[in-house]
C-alpha cells in the first residue's frame, strides 16, 4: 500500500488549498478513504472520511461546511478541498487507508 499526499503549503486567512492523495498497491474503490491531520503538541485527529463508493461522508466538527471531501475511483485518487482557511487548521495533514498512512503535507495558515 501506497497513499502520496500533495497540495499543501502556505495560504493566508480566508483562503483555499486542495490536497490529493495518490492511492496504490490494493483495490482501491474497496476501502474508506479518510484525512488526518497532527497540529504541533497535539494528537494526530480524523479530519474527513468518504466510503468506498462515496455515498457516504463524514466530517469533524471544526470543518464542516468549510471542508470537503471527494474520490474519483477511476484515477484512485481521494481529495480535500479546504476552504475558508483559519489559523487553527495550521497541521500535518495524513491520507489513510486503514492501517496505513502517506508522509503528509504541510498546511500553514498565516498572514
Known amino acids: 500500500v501506497q497513499l502520496v499526499e500533495s497540495g499543501g503549503g502556505l495560504v493566508q486567512p480566508g483562503g483555499s488549498l486542495r490536497l490529493s492523495c495518490a492511492a496504490s498497491g490494493f483495490t482501491f474503490s474497496s476501502y474508506t478513504m479518510s484525512w488526518h491531520r497532527q497540529a504541533p503538541g497535539k494528537e494526530r485527529e480524523l479530519v474527513a472520511s468518504?466510503?468506498?463508493?462515496?455515498?457516504?461522508?463524514n466530517y469533524a466538527d471544526s470543518v464542516k461546511g468549510r471542508f470537503a471531501i471527494s474520490r474519483d475511483n477511476a484515477k484512485n485518487m481521494v481529495y480535500l478541498q479546504m476552504n475558508s482557511l483559519k489559523p487553527e487548521d495550521t497541521a500535518v495533514y495524513y491520507c489513510r487507508r486503514w492501517p496505513h498512512w502517506g508522509q503528509g503535507t504541510q498546511v500553514t495558515v498565516s498572514s
Open positions: 468518504i466510503t468506498s463508493t462515496g455515498g457516504s461522508t
